[in-house]
């Protein structure tokens, strides 16, 4: 919880202070209100980072902490297949993609493991 907390909330701060330059970086323009588009992206990414800051301490996966798993296995999941559909445009991508779907996978091990089963078997 505290690394995907830490990585959204960098990715929130980065997109609402840079969009700009991040834009640049990723080879767009923006055109249009797309500076726009993209700090409420951030605002976005450091609101779910706070969410995933203030769960950090709680049982994920038991019936308080299953909706923090089950929205960052979702937003994990699919941001992970957009960027590797998308990965064709920047190296960056690739590597953004990797992390996304690394996180995919540790909340898909915390949402479908069952938090009282796991306590069973270490005693």
């Known amino acids: 919880m505290t690394a995907s907390a830490v990585l959204l909330i960098a990715a929130g701060i980065v997109c609402t202070f840079l969009p700009q330059e991040l834009a640049a970086a990723l080879g767009s323009d923006t055109v249009s209100g ?9 605002a976005l990414y450091f609101a779910f980072g706070m969410v995933n ?4 301490e709680n049982l994920i996966g038991g019936v308080y902490g299953r909706p923090v798993a089950i929205g960052n296995l979702t937003h994990f999941t699919v941001g992970g297949l957009a960027l590797i559909k998308s990965s064709v ?5 690739l590597v953004t993609a990797g992390i996304y ?19 069973e ?3």
């Open 121 to 123: 078997r270490r005693s």
């Open 101 to 119: 779907l690394l996180f995919a996978v540790l909340f898909g091990i915390i949402f479908f493991r069952h938090p009282a089963a796991d306590a």
């Open 53 to 56: 800051w203030t769960a950090r």
């Open 34 to 42: 797309g500076a726009v588009i993209i700090q409420i992206i951030g």
């Open 89 to 93: 445009l920047s190296p960056l991508l």
